[in-house]
């Protein structure tokens, strides 16, 4: 019952942090929540794995830790560049030319 | 003794628990961009340690411990390393930090924004060379 209070505290929190998306003034803020969102969900399933009793679910966890990071880092590079395929380095070559 | 461990590992999954909900509170409350980078990073951290570690106490020692500590130490390479990088990117997109006491929030157009992305060097150090 300790785990099943764990859950639900923990989808508390994730639902604070849609709050926080939805009404976030700045894109940072969205992005910092949906981050947040994304680690919480990470330990939201690890605990569920062991309340329901297949421990399994932690690869999926691990999956969705790294897939969190990286969503992250190209929600930022997207806003930044207003693209995904331009490489970092391009845009002081073209901005000299 | 594994009563004990359980039980001890679902006082630490339960306070790992708080502390993610406290830092949801923090990132609901504060009010700087900075200020909520910070609430939420600490608190992700942590509240994934106490909670990792409380359900490695309860499932005992087996594979499963194996795959506990290597989803904490992503967790722990990651969420720092996207905090420093998204502090960067709100800084180098013209948001600054408000300091100081404070009443009214302006609006988010209304902050100057710079144009390129930030220089890697320290722009404040160019007249001390000379």
Same mark, same amino acid.
């Given at each position: ?31 910092? $929540? ?9 330990? /939201?399933? &690890? ?13 999926? $966890? ?11 880092? $190209? ?12 490489? /970092? &380095? &391009?845009?002081?070559? &073209?901005?000299?030319? | ?6 039980? #001890? =590992? +679902?006082?630490?999954? *339960?306070?790992?628990? %708080?502390?993610?909900? !406290?830092?949801? =509170? ?10 909520? #980078? ?7 951290? +942590? =509240?994934?340690? !106490?909670? %990792?570690?409380? !359900?490695?106490?309860?499932?005992? %020692? ?5 795959? %506990? ?5 992503? *967790? ?15 800084? +180098?997109? =013209?948001?600054?930090?408000? *300091? @100081?006491?404070?009443? #009214? ?5 209304? #902050?100057?924004?710079?144009? @390129? ?14």
């Amino acid at each position: 019952m300790l785990l099943a209070a764990g859950a639900a505290g923990l989808v508390v929190a994730m639902t604070l942090m849609i709050v926080r998306a939805i009404i976030g003034p700045s894109h940072y803020d969205r992005i910092l $929540a949906v981050n947040s969102f994304g680690t919480k969900t990470v330990l /939201l399933i &690890a605990v569920i794995g062991y309340l329901f009793g297949r421990p399994d679910f932690l690869d999926i $966890a691990i999956v969705y830790a790294l897939i969190n990071f990286v969503t992250t880092i $190209a929600l930022m590079k997207a806003l930044r560049y207003q693209s995904l395929a331009r490489p /970092l &380095a &391009a845009r002081k070559e &073209a901005s000299d030319a | 003794m594994p009563e004990v461990l359980m039980w #001890i =590992g +679902g006082g630490l999954v *339960i306070a790992g628990t %708080l502390l993610s909900l !406290l830092g949801a =509170g923090g990132v609901l409350r504060f009010p700087d961009v900075y200020t909520r #980078i910070h609430a939420a990073s600490l608190t992700d951290t +942590g =509240g994934a340690t !106490l909670v %990792l570690l409380g !359900l490695g106490l309860v499932s005992g %020692l087996s594979l499963d411990t194996v795959k %506990l500590f290597f989803c904490w130490a992503f *967790i722990m390479l990651t969420t720092p390393a996207a905090a420093n990088a998204l502090a960067n990117a709100a800084y +180098g997109a =013209g948001h600054k930090p408000r *300091i @100081g006491t404070f009443q #009214i929030m302006p609006a988010d157009k209304d #902050i100057p924004r710079d144009d @390129g992305p930030p220089e890697s060097g320290a722009p404040e150090d160019g007249s001390a060379d000379e």
